[in-house]
């Protein structure tokens, strides 16, 4: 079931991409990417799960109590309730039309922080990191060693995500920070990229975070 979960999120992402090449349109912002993912991967839902409520933008921040340098976030991009399971997730879209390619990278290491800290609170039970760009420093920028997400690399387990001064965005030390405010990651975290048919954007394999505490 959980990889069918993972499975089925990751052919929602693609058809999402594959529609947009279709038609020949390109996708706004992360907010519309949010909404034609939910709405593929609700046509995928239907018949399988009863009555999966999705709701945008929920407020679960103020709840969570983040540490100062999360609070630039206060809703998460998207919640999915479904056998009194809660399941968010939260979208990047990077473009190459965008000129911080460092700025962006920040940018999936904290909202892997903020989903981190949301399943070590238990306010979520399991947290995806959904992301699509067509900016080649993401997913090809092997020279950079500020918080990289190039293909195959992977953040070790029982790591942690801490403020943007530090130059990698992850260290191994000043543990009892990281376990103050819940964000040390127990699996190893995988950037592995696809690339979606006749677009030319390509997607993050959905990164999948869960409470073992």
Sequence with gaps: MESSMKSQIDMSIRKTLEYAARYNFEISDEKAFSVYFAYFYFEKLRGEIKSPIFEFERGVFKEANFPEFFTNKERLDLLLVMGGKKVGFEFKYPKKTDT??????????????????????????????????????????????????????????????LPSEEPNGIVKK????????????HNEIRFDWQIARDSTYRYLNPIEICNVI
Excluded: Q
């Excluded at 000043?174 to 990651?185: G, P, T």
């Design 174 to 185: 000043f543990k009892s920070y990281a376990k103050i405010w819940n964000c040390i990651i």
């Design 100 to 161: 911080n390619s460092t700025a962006k990278r920040a940018e999936i290491y904290h909202t892997i922080g903020r989903l981190v800290h949301l399943t070590n609170k238990r306010l979520l039970d399991k947290g995806f990191l959904i992301c699509a760009t067509n900016m080649e420093a993401i997913y090809n920028g092997r020279k950079s060693n500020e918080y990289p997400t190039y293909e195959n690399y992977f953040i070790p387990e029982n790591s942690y995500i």
